[in-house]
């Protein structure tokens, strides 16, 4: 009777036959080629290169991009699910796919011009080159809108100067998505959106970042000493950078939400298999009710994770109004991962401080999931608004 109701509201909780074939082909991927060198790459600080190409050939870079443009034509659920299974076996290798993706690939598809489509964004949902997405500065965290880079229109070229900080792929990126200030009197009104070669002389990278976590991501500041770019280099409208960043960080946190994802299983998976196997006082210690409660404690906020992550997917694959879903996964996820590791590092004891375990890497990797693409104080922030406007169209 249940199912026959299911199947007659039109509702499944079932994944389609691509997102079920992306898992499969990207969990093979992470166990063959990036499994055998997660720990390693933590302890070294590596940028993965080589797998950062053999991503690009699979897919993984441009995963909703239309083929048009490079890219594999797929729906935002399916690159959900290829992030979470990154994830699950390095989260490093999950946020640079995520960025490129989320952050630069589609506010490109969405704003950017034809012309700038074939020229930018086609080499980058390819891979053929890595993006970086340049927002926040040393006074633009959570609020975003205090842009200090300035973007001055001299003749045929925008001139920028400024800096960014905190900014993925930093390092191997070629594109820089990069936001300024063409009208200081307008505040958050007067910003807009630039696509920088990372080449043009007057932009220059700073150190990599040492990090708690995701060591394989390269992090970096990025500075603006009279950057002279091309006219044509302003994607979106003139003054509406902000909205085009706004935009592009509600699906940014859905990806962050998959990353999360993907720790919080790994972490369970870790966790389950060592109850399973350690003996102590003649007992698997999984059959100790304070080891059985941490476990059931992991599995319901990894299940939930999961269910609001997908449902902020679909629901951006549908076309729908997403903000408060968006954050709400990005929210719980995001705390989720960080518990399920922690979880799985006592049910290692001693075993679990030791590198050797992964779930200390588990945990060193979901922390940031807290803070970046905005911090879980924003997502509350964001969710209540949301219902409070909700309640006020109702009422």
Request: charged share 25%.
């Amino acid at each position: 009777m249940s199912g026959t109701l299911t199947e007659a509201a039109g509702l499944s909780f079932d994944l389609s036959e691509e997102a079920q074939s992306v898992r499969e082909m990207v969990r093979d991927f992470a166990e063959s080629e990036i499994r055998p060198i997660a720990a390693q790459i933590d302890e070294t600080n590596e940028f993965p290169a080589d797998n950062v190409k053999k991503m690009a050939e699979l897919g993984l870079l441009g995963m909703f991009v239309p083929e048009e443009y490079g890219g594999a034509g797929m729906t935002y659920l399916a690159y959900v699910v290829a992030i979470e299974e990154l994830s699950r076996v390095c989260a490093s290798h999950g946020v640079i796919a995520s960025v490129n993706n989320s952050l630069v690939c589609y506010p490109l598809m969405t704003y950017a011009s034809h012309e700038q489509k074939k020229k930018w964004l086609e080499p980058l949902a390819k891979g053929e080159k890595l993006g970086a997405y340049c927002l926040t500065e040393p006074n633009a965290g959570s609020n975003a809108a205090n842009q200090q880079t300035t973007a001055v229109l001299d003749g045929d070229h925008w001139v920028l100067n400024g800096s960014k900080i905190f900014i993925t792929n930093a390092g191997p990126a070629d594109v820089l998505i990069t936001y300024a200030t063409t009208d200081k009197a307008l505040g958050p009104k007067g910003i807009s959106a630039f696509i920088v070669d990372a080449d043009t002389p007057g932009v220059r990278k700073g150190k990599k970042e040492h990090k708690l976590g995701i060591h394989a991501s390269d992090t970096r500041e990025i500075y603006y000493e009279n950057a002279r770019i091309p006219k044509d280099n302003l994607f979106g409208e003139f003054n509406k950078g902000y909205t085009v960043a706004l935009a592009t960080l509600g699906g940014g946190r859905i990806g962050i939400a998959a990353q999360a994802l993907g720790i919080a299983q790994a972490s369970v998976e870790a966790a389950v298999k060592y109850a399973n196997e350690r003996v102590q006082f003649d007992k698997k210690i999984g059959e100790f009710d304070a080891i059985r409660h941490m476990l059931a404690d992991s599995v319901v906020e990894l299940d939930v994770a999961r269910l609001l992550v997908y449902q902020a997917a679909w629901l951006r694959d549908q076309g729908r109004p997403h903000t408060k879903e968006a954050s709400l996964a990005k929210w719980h996820a995001s705390e989720a991962a960080t518990k399920c590791a922690n979880w799985a590092i006592q049910v290692h004891g001693g075993y679990g401080y030791m590198s050797e375990y992964h779930v200390e890497r588990y945990w060193r990797d979901a922390r940031i999931c807290e803070i970046y693409e905005g911090t879980t104080e924003v997502q509350k922030m964001v969710v209540a608004a949301q219902v409070l406007k909700e309640h006020a169209v109702k009422a």
